[in-house]
Structure formats: structure tokens, C-alpha cells
């Protein structure tokens, strides 16, 4: 039986990644999770969650992590290949226990920069991970520009729109989002 359209549409973040085509998967996260489940589905090769040994031997094209910890990203290092891509899902916890003082996705960054990891992008996944309407880009004007210049006919609507602008034009906006994942690629091995 085909896997179920809410199963697929779990995975639309892969369209973010340079090939959509996920290949070999490493996975880190809670078990039993939707994203765990949708790649069990969807993906046609193995999806690995039981790291062990240093992952020297086999190496995979995409990690996939949702935690809110780095513990769990540099689990899977070692187990991505040179040029793999890594999708990371934060959840909110991690980025509300920095509170103002810095910007909530500016420690994943810096953290994936020390590990070797470039083209890196944020994407709020609105209105949550599950239920993904829309993908938008966090760090494209363009994209922020466009979402919050759609007209909305309720009064709701409009005033979320008008919030969400002035969130965005004051930087504040990533404060506010609760479902924020980051998509890197890293370095190639030195020729």
C-alpha cells in the first residue's frame, strides 16, 4: 500500500535539499516520531537510528535530526558523508532558553560553521512541522516580503499579517516561530 499523503507531505522539506531524492538516511530524534515514520515510508533504501561505532564504514547521503541539543547533530557527523546534507529540525524549547540576549537559530549556525558545514538556511515550516502549508525561507527578504504581502479577508488574518510584518522588519520575528528547521551541506573532502 502506497504510504498516506499526510506521511508524504512530512517530508516536503526534502524539496529544500540540493537532490529531493533523500538516498541512504541516518536519522537522530525520538523514536516513534512522525518524521521517523515518514521515513521509514517514504525512503527506498535503509534508514539507520542505531549509531554505533564511529561511522567510518558506511556513510550517508542525508542526516536527519530533530532535537534541540547539538549532542544529537554530532552523533551523526561522523556518519554523513563529504557533501551529505544535514536537515535539522529545532524545536522551539532550544531557541526559548536563549531569551533575547542572542538570536534564537544564530547558535545552530555557528555550530554547524565549526563543523564543517556550509549553504546554510533556515525555514519556518508554517503553521507546524506535521501540518506544513507553506515552507518559507528565513533568511530571504524576498520570501518574508511575499508571505506577509498576501491579502487576507478576515480581521484575524489581516492582523496577523500586519504582526508578522512588523516581526520581520524588527528582526524579531525568528523569536516568535515555533517550528524552524535548518538545512546545510557539508564541505567536500579536499581533492
Not at 541516518?26 to 521509514?40: E, I, R
Not at 564543517?116 to 525561507?137: Q, S
Request: aromatic share 10%; net charge positive.
Amino acid at each position: 500500500m502506497p504510504p498516506a499523503l499526510e506521511t508524504i507531505r512530512r517530508l516536503d522539506w526534502r524539496f529544500l535539499l540540493p537532490d529531493p531524492n533523500l538516498g541512504r538516511v541516518v536519522y537522530a530524534g525520538p523514536a516513534n516520531h512522525a518524521l521517523l515514520l515518514a521515513l521509514k515510508d517514504f525512503c527506498e533504501t535503509h534508514v539507520v537510528t542505531e549509531l554505533r561505532g564511529n561511522g567510518r564504514s558506511t556513510l550517508f547521503d542525508v542526516a536527519v535530526v530533530c532535537s534541540a541539543t547539538h549532542t544529537q547533530v554530532e552523533q551523526v557527523l561522523p556518519w554523513l558523508k563529504p557533501g551529505g546534507v544535514l536537515y535539522w529540525e529545532v524545536p522551539r524549547g532550544r531557541r526559548q532558553a536563549a531569551g533575547l540576549r542572542k538570536h534564537p537559530y544564530r547558535d545552530a549556525e555557528d555550530f554547524l560553521l565549526r563543523h564543517g558545514f556550509r549553504e546554510i538556511a533556515c525555514y519556518w515550516h508554517r503553521p507546524n512541522f506535521e501540518r506544513a502549508l507553506e515552507i518559507v525561507a528565513l533568511n530571504d527578504p524576498t520570501a518574508l516580503d511575499y508571505y506577509f504581502s498576501r491579502t487576507r479577508s478576515d480581521f484575524s488574518g489581516r492582523l496577523k499579517i500586519r504582526f508578522g510584518r512588523l516581526l520581520a522588519r524588527t528582526g524579531l520575528l525568528p523569536y516568535v516561530l515555533s517550528s524552524v528547521s535548518l538545512v546545510a551541506r557539508r564541505k567536500e573532502a579536499p581533492a
